[in-house]
């Protein structure tokens, strides 16, 4: 099981604070996205048409960052300080 958050304005488009991989058999962050977009189509194109911040097991992470069973995964939009 991968446990996967979205947070801000992606969590208020998706209609979902997380969202559990069971099942996986990837092992980056690009396949968990893949296997998500391809659970529902709508959040494809949610997730596809914006630049997304990755952080895994709390530690800011890109697409090509290894996974793996129990990890924690959280994707956001990019943020502006003020």
């Not at 996986?24 to 296997?35: C, E, I, Q, S």
């Not at 959040?43 to 530690?59: C, D, E, F, Y």
Request: net charge negative; proline share 5%; hydrophobic share 50%.
């Amino acid at each position: 099981m991968i446990k996967v958050l979205f947070f801000a304005e992606l969590r208020e488009r998706l209609g979902e604070s997380e969202f559990i991989v069971k099942d996986f058999m990837g092992t980056t962050v690009a396949d968990v996205l893949r296997d998500i977009e391809q659970l529902n189509p709508r959040w494809h194109a949610i997730l596809s048409a914006q630049r997304l911040l990755i952080a895994v097991n709390h530690t800011m992470s890109g697409l090509s960052a290894p996974v793996k069973l129990g990890d924690e995964i959280a994707f956001f939009p990019p943020v502006t300080g003020g």
